[in-house]
């Protein structure tokens, strides 16, 4: 076992180039790289793939490679492991979690369920598998809406876990369903007053908001949606300045795909500095990524009971965004 730190801590010799070697390695072990926006521009450049998490989920569903690193948070390498149980799936540092699936431990997700009987369970794909498992759907920021929407009108419905993308679902459908009260810790962190100075300075500049914010700042939006719906919108429209309230991450393809446009930096309310990171998204790194690929650690496991159970409400949500 070499990644007993949940990754790899092993001196590189200076000089070798990672990204040769990553590629060689992907090569000789016929390994695929997935990368969520959200990761150094280091990662999104050596992947087989970038994308949204509904993204990533859909094409973990098809991979025929043996190996997957899922550079991103924990709960994404739980999911390709329950889409591909019979693949090694592997995550360049095991500490990167995730603040809001944290927020909805599985035996309280149980005891609220249970204090809400009739209820259908839609959950965020940002939880543990244990929580997938309690779940009848899951959705993603990119689908949420789509699925909310395909359930009957008068079915009583929990959404967990965070509150401000139910919020935006109950008030886009007219529905009351009943919110999970947690939250994640970058995107609460926007602050109004920093992007209303924002368009003052840049005044035709429109504002992309991730659905993971609290009403205030989904109120300023030209555009809320998943990271990769605000990658299209801004792509697609004709104006050419965009302030971005979702993780820094996503700059990096924005600014790849629309290299005349400009992408501005919604900052976080308590710092002085320009971006908003979600830190443990920053936890992958080219050198962890290379070493996970040598050593086939640390590798995500997820027990085949919670599998079994928690594969159902992933492949009803990859069914329902058809
Ligand atoms: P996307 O659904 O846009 O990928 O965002 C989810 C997220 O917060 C990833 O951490
Ligand atoms: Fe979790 Fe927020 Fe980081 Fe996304 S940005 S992984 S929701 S803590």
């Known amino acids: 076992m070499k990644a007993e ?18 590629a060689r390695l992907k090569k000789e072990k016929n390994a695929v790289v997935l990368a969520h926006y959200y990761t150094v521009a280091d990662i999104q ?8 998490s509904l993204a990533l989920a859909q094409v ?21 492991k329950i889409l591909c149980p019979e693949k090694k799936v592997l995550v360049p540092d095991l500490n990167a979690g995730c603040s809001l699936a944290d927020s909805c ?9 249970a204090e809400h009987p009739g209820h259908t369970v839609v959950s965020y794909v940002n939880t543990s598998a244990a929580v ?9 920021s990119g689908n949420a809406l789509k699925i909310v929407n395909a359930l009957p009108a008068d ?11 139910g919020n935006y679902i109950n008030s886009l459908t007219g529905r009351d369903m009943v919110l999970w009260d947690g939250a994640c810790h970058v995107h609460e962190k926007f ?25 205030p700042i989904r109120i300023v939006a030209d555009k809320v949606g998943s990271t990769a719906v605000l990658l299209k919108w801004a792509e697609e429209s004709e104006w050419r300045e965009f302030i971005v309230a979702t993780e820094s991450g996503i700059l990096h393809e924005m600014r ?13 309310a308590d710092s002085t500095c320009a971006c908003n990171d979600c830190a443990y998204m920053k936890l992958n790194s080219l050198a962890k990524l290379y070493l996970t690929l040598k050593y086939e650690e640390p590798e995500v496991t997820v027990a085949p009971e919670i599998i079994d159970r928690a594969r159902r409400p992933i492949l009803r949500m990859l069914e329902m965004s058809k």
Request: with cysteine.
């Open 45 to 52: 450049e050596v992947a087989d793939f970038i994308g949204d």
């Open 5 to 22: 730190k949940g990754y790899i801590d092993e001196e590189i010799p200076a000089g070798l180039d990672l990204k040769a070697e990553i």
């Open 60 to 80: 973990a569903e098809g991979l025929d490679a043996p190996v997957v690193v899922m550079c991103g948070v924990h709960f994404m390498g739980e999911t390709v």
């Open 155 to 165: 079915e009583k419905i929990i959404f967990g876990p965070d509150r401000n993308l």
């Open 105 to 113: 431990p599985a035996p309280e997700l149980e005891k609220f369920i």
């Open 132 to 140: 997938k498992a309690l779940t009848d759907v899951v959705v993603t």
């Open 256 to 268: 790849r795909r629309c290299p005349d446009k400009v992408f501005i930096p919604a900052p976080p």
């Open 191 to 215: 602050s109004l007053d920093k992007i209303l100075e924002l368009k003052k300075i840049y005044p035709e500049a429109k504002v992309l908001v991730h659905p993971e914010c609290p009403a």
